[in-house]
């Protein structure tokens, strides 16, 4: 029957059926045939999947990001990084990476990242004398940065699935996802260099405090969103409201860039973008509660511990798995499956949980840039006005480059666990 489950999996990804439906309806069949438990039952548990305070704050960060955006705050930010490295070689790019970084502080999405701060700056690039596909490539993977640094609606996933503190995540997805954007920096920084592109803007320390002044409310955004999670004044998902809050009221009152008649289609977009991931959350429940019953997880630990007890090797298995696996599946279904199948393999093996939720969340963050599904790809492409097949070359050195940076967080677990210590 588990051989079945893949088999109809597998079938249907083949013909296109959208993920969420893939993964209910397979399971759903092979209960149909065992007729050992009932459909209603499989239904309750989908929808007690969903019915989690926890997972509240994913349609909030979506919201806040969308305000974010809408609202004049990533322009704001834009405009302060590009003062700041505009004079550098590659200035642009540097501040696309940077400027992703603050967004993903805010939204906790990769494609919601990759469009809202390619839309400026892309276009701009472009105007500058940068190549088209490296300007594409740059936003595609600045974009991944979205579900690295907290708030992340993948780290909440895994988070609720492992049943790991949210919070203890947040914190210790601080120093790895800046460790990403510095090397994503130094990497457009040595190409661009190659290449002549950018550098040779004015930087005077009247624009600085200027652009400063303009952005300040934009930059104290993720300082309460995330201070207020660490200080123990909120939960994340009482952070995820405070920031559509803060948002509200910088973008409809303060910097009065959002209209009224704006507040539907924000609303309504974030609506459909949280009840996908709620959809597929379901979906992803019913296919676990299956492996779980056939005892799936159990038989693949006693499977990883006979073929090895060294945790190094063991890691390189699951980290060649995730990667595989993100390469093709969808971010939320793969956190949904997987994290059931894998946290027995890594608990017996002695890695801690919450370092192993960063591992597996930059893994898959790769996936957002590699073909034939990474999305930052396609998102990227349609704001750059350029064909997929080009971007595929550009963005070989970032995919080489974020894989380095995964085996190193992977085997360095002070780098995720030492704020957590801290707080300690």
Not at 89 to 101: F, H, Q, T, Y
Not at 367 to 383: D, E, M, Q, R, S
Request: aromatic letters at 10%; a neutral charge; one cysteine or more.
């Amino acid at each position: 029957m588990t051989a079945l489950l893949f088999i109809l999996l597998l079938a249907l990804f083949l013909i296109n059926v959208p993920i969420a439906v893939t993964l209910g309806l397979s399971s759903s069949i092979i209960f149909l045939l065992e007729g050992n438990v009932s459909l209603i039952a499989i239904i309750q548990r989908m929808f007690n999947s969903v019915a989690s305070f926890p997972l509240l704050a994913i349609p909030f960060f979506i919201l806040a990001g969308k305000l974010m955006e809408n609202g004049g705050i990533s322009r704001r930010l834009i405009h302060l990084a590009n003062v700041v490295f505009g004079q550098v070689k590659g200035g642009l790019a540097i501040v696309s990476i940077i400027a992703c970084a603050f967004f993903a502080a805010i939204s906790g999405s990769a494609a919601a990242t990759t469009a809202a701060v390619g839309s400026l700056l892309i276009p701009a690039m472009v105007k500058k004398g940068y190549d088209r596909d490296f300007s594409a490539a740059v936003q595609a993977a600045g974009g991944t940065i979205g579900v690295m640094i907290p708030p992340s609606v993948p780290l909440v996933l895994y988070g609720v699935s492992a049943g790991v503190s949210i919070s203890s995540l947040f914190i210790a997805g601080i120093i790895p996802g800046l460790m990403v954007t510095l090397s994503l920096v130094l990497l457009v920084y040595v190409i661009s260099l190659r290449k002549g592109y950018g550098g040779g803007e004015a930087f005077t320390f009247k624009d600085f405090l200027k652009a400063f002044a303009d952005a300040i409310l934009a930059l104290l955004m993720p300082v309460i969103i995330l201070g207020g999670i660490y200080g123990g004044i909120f939960t994340p998902t009482e952070a995820a409201v405070v920031a559509v809050v803060y948002g509200l009221i910088v973008g409809v009152l303060i910097y009065r860039e959002i209209k009224l008649k704006d507040l539907v289609e924000i609303f309504s977009s974030s609506v459909v973008v949280s009840a996908v991931i709620m959809f597929i959350i379901a979906g992803a429940s019913s296919f676990g509660y299956y492996l779980t019953r056939a005892r799936i997880p159990k038989e693949l630990t006693e499977l990883m511990l006979g073929v090895t007890d060294n945790w190094i090797i063991a890691l390189l298995i699951i980290n060649a798995l995730l990667l595989f696996v993100g390469v093709f599946m969808e971010t939320s279904a793969a956190i949904i499956i997987l994290t059931p199948i894998l946290v027995p393999i890594v608990s017996a093996l002695g890695i801690d949980l919450v370092h192993f939720g960063i591992i597996m969340i930059f893994n898959l963050a790769v996936g957002f840039i590699t073909p034939p599904v990474g999305i930052n790809l396609f998102v990227a492409a349609n704001i750059a006005g350029t064909k997929f097949e080009g971007l595929i070359k550009a963005i070989i050195p970032f995919i080489i480059i974020m894989v380095l940076d995964v085996l190193i967080i992977s085997f360095i677990p002070a780098i995720s666990l030492f704020l957590e210590t801290l707080q300690k």
